[in-house]
């Protein structure tokens, strides 16, 4: 598997990116990483990110014939992903304010010997839903600000205002760990 995973890297890193009106088995090879990658980022579970990738090609499939003439078919992509993940999130809330008796875990304990991964891992999830979708797309995945909100359905300057919040927040959260 690990082997697989590489070598579609491999030949992500030497495809130019999908070309438009493409077929879409050359498209999921050459996104679905990526997208995976990112889905992680954002959400924190290899799981939800793998179901969240699945969903988002199988409604990207559905369309294809308008998707593949599109300009940036990948922006569609990455915004029916996210737009999907905010459908979960929104869900997930309403059925926590029906059922009362719902309540919220205590927080994960934290382990001394955390590699910084994982520290940037945990601060990520710290922050709203908006502010992780911003800096993740901008800062990890190097999306400039009108291809993040072209996917994230907002105004360019909101992505930037946002990964500006995210990166005060994290540096805040990082120091904190530090001391």
Request: hydrophobic residues 40%; positive net charge; glycine residues 6%.
């Amino acid at each position: 598997m690990k082997e697989r995973v590489k070598e579609l890297a491999i030949h992500r890193e030497e495809a130019a990116g999908p070309t438009p009106g493409g077929g879409f088995e050359d498209f999921f090879r050459a996104e679905h990483v990526r997208l995976q990658q990112a889905l992680y980022v954002v959400t924190g579970s290899d799981q939800e990110a793998q179901d969240l990738m699945q969903e988002a090609f199988l409604r990207v499939w559905e369309r294809w014939d308008r998707v593949r003439v599109m300009v940036e078919p990948t922006g569609y992509l990455y915004r029916t992903a996210m737009n999907t993940f905010r459908s979960r999130l929104r869900r997930g809330a309403r059925a926590a304010r029906s059922l009362a008796r719902l309540r919220p875990g205590p927080a994960s304990q934290e382990f001394g010997g955390a590699d910084q991964r994982d520290a940037v891992a945990r601060a990520l999830k710290s922050l709203s839903e908006r502010q992780r979708a911003a800096i993740v797309l901008t800062e990890l995945l190097d999306f400039d600000s009108a291809e993040a909100a072209s996917m994230l359905g907002v105004r360019p300057s909101t992505v930037r205002n946002l990964a500006a919040q995210a990166r005060k927040a994290l540096e805040r959260i990082m120091e904190v760990r530090d001391e």
